[in-house]
Every structure is written in C-alpha cells, then in structure tokens.
C-alpha cells in the first residue's frame, strides 16, 4: 500500500481538520466529533440538513457543507458508517429551530444509525425527519442493502433541498421535495480498478488487466457482471441503457452527473459526457444541466458513475439557486 498518511487510524479526524483549515469560511469541526458544520451554524429559522456516511466518498460529504446545501455532514471511519451519537452531535449542532432533515444514502448501518440519532433528537425536542436516497439501479438488493443502493445521485438532493432550506421553506416541504428528488433519479457505475481501505491495506478484490465491473458500488459490492474493457461510448451506451430500463425519460428535460469515483481523471469523464449527450439527443431527452468531475468517490478506485434527473420546473430553479459550499459553488 502506497499512500500519503500518517497511522490509518487517525485518518478521518486529521482530514476533517485539513479540510476545516482549507475552508473556514464555509465549515468548521464540532469539537471532540467527526462533524463538519457551516462555518454560521446553526442558523436561526432554517431548517437545516444533515447527511454523511462512511469517509472515503470525498468530497462527500463534508465538501458540501455550506450556504445552498447540507449544514452538517458526519463522517464515520472508512466505508464504515457513522455512530448515532455522531450523527445526533451534528443535528443539535445545526438545528436553528425549524426542524431538522437526514438525507440518508441507503445502506443499512447507516439507515439503522441515522434513524436512532433522528429518535435520540427526537427525545431533546428537535423536530427531526429523514429521506433515503436509492438511486443505484444495478442491484436490487446489496452486501450492505435492502433495496437499492444510495450513490452520487445523493448530490443532486443536496443540492436541491439544500437550495429550497435555504430560501425558507418548511421541514414538511423540504422533506417533500427531497423525496420528489428521489423518486426521478437514477444511476448506474462501473469500476476498473479496486481501491485500498487504508486499515486493511490491499485491494478489496481483484479485477485482471483487461476486465471492469459494471455495476459497482461505490463500496466496492459486487455489480451485475464482470466484462473485458470496451470503448468509452459503448460504456457509456451500456450505463444508459440500465437506467432507461428503470425509469421512463421520454420527452424529458434532465439533469446529468457524470461522476468521478477518485482515480478517473477529467478527460475521461468528459469524454464520457460527450457521449452520454448525444445518446440522450438521440433518444428525444433534453439535457438542461450538466455536472463532471469526483462528487462520489471510492477513495481510489478508477471507473466513473451516471447519474439522470427527471427535472420539473421547481427542480430546475432549485438546481439553478446559489451554493457556496468546499466542493460546489455556483452563484
């Protein structure tokens, strides 16, 4: 193993504070906790959103914490998901007195551990609600799930809900329109190489020279299939192919995230991008808003995900709104 660290164990907390000192204008770290929070939380009559889950994943989650998207982000250790107490440390760290909302990605330590913090603010008077995001289409169920699993299609309620918190809506309706997020968004993954969890110190599992992985989770879960490497577009042509499998895009205006897993570098993903376009023209799907680069990652690991919104025009304008966040800013 050949990485840039100090002991594997101290990992989590010694990235959560370099990205503290990276960002103070946008985050600073609950003492004594793996917690980011904005740099002003709580703020006063917002509701305010908390997610997270395993590190590993940079720049989520932490990355998104700012103005337009989460006020809090819990990192458990490595692909491990984060304590109740954690996550409850984040929520009365945030909570500005309108309520409180997890976004979830769906694996099921992190489910059972949100869900007790959420009871656990519950008892101290927060109004807490949660959604669970299960955007990955290639598997049913997991190692690590029931029902689908939670990847990068995760940004995109981020983003949107976050937007909507921010402009004052209620918990009920920020809960609301997450959920709508949700339901319209869809992603499918592939690897082509495994990455190292710095405390086991090999590879997860072993792909030959010539072989990817279609369907991966960003874990490092078995897919659907092992395949021998193939063009870009023909890649990219597959991916597609298993989203539009479950979900009708017909005449729709989507939202697009061709997303990094970590060891992928920008001209591939653009190349991908440049691919996923013309299929998407091709098949009558207007695309209004297009997002490239590592938003999702696997440490490591290389290979890329894609991720289709169904937009309506209250997800467009949310999607549009102004962010200021490490990892995501648009004004």
Known sequence: MKKIINQPENIVGEMLDGIAKAHPNHVKRVEGFEVLVRANAPVAGKVALVSGGGSGHEPSHGGFVGKGMLDGAVAGAVFTSPTPD?????????????????????????????????????????????????????????????????????????????????????????????????????????????????????????????????????????????????????????????????????????????????????MELYLMNRRLHEALEAKGIKVYKTMVGSYMTSIEMAGASISLLKLDDEMKALLDAPAETPAFTQV
């Open 86 to 266: 954690q996550v409850f440390e984040a929520v009365k760290a945030v909570d500005g007195g309108k309520g409180v909302l997890l976004v979830i990605k769906n694996y099921t330590g992190d489910v059972l551990n949100f869900e007790m913090a959420a009871e656990m603010a519950e008892m101290e008077g927060i109004n807490v609600k949660y959604v669970v995001v299960n955007d990955d289409v290639a598997v049913e169920d997991s190692l690590y799930t029931t029902g689908r699993r939670g990847i990068a299609g995760t940004i995109f309620v981020h983003k949107i809900a976050g937007a909507l918190a921010e402009q004052g809506a209620d918990l009920d309706h920020v809960q609301a329109v997450a959920q709508k997020v949700i339901a319209n968004v869809r992603s499918m993954g592939v690897a082509l190489t495994a990455c190292t969890v710095p405390a086991a110190g090999k590879p997860g599992f072993e792909l030959a020279e010539t072989e990817i992985e279609m369907g991966l989770g960003i874990h490092g879960e078995p897919g659907t299939h092992r395949a021998e490497i193939k063009p870009a577009d023909e890649l990219v042509d597959d991916l597609l192919a298993k989203i539009l499998e479950d979900i009708d895009y017909s005449d729709s205006e989507v939202a697009v995230l061709v997303n990094g897993l970590g060891g992928t570098p920008l």
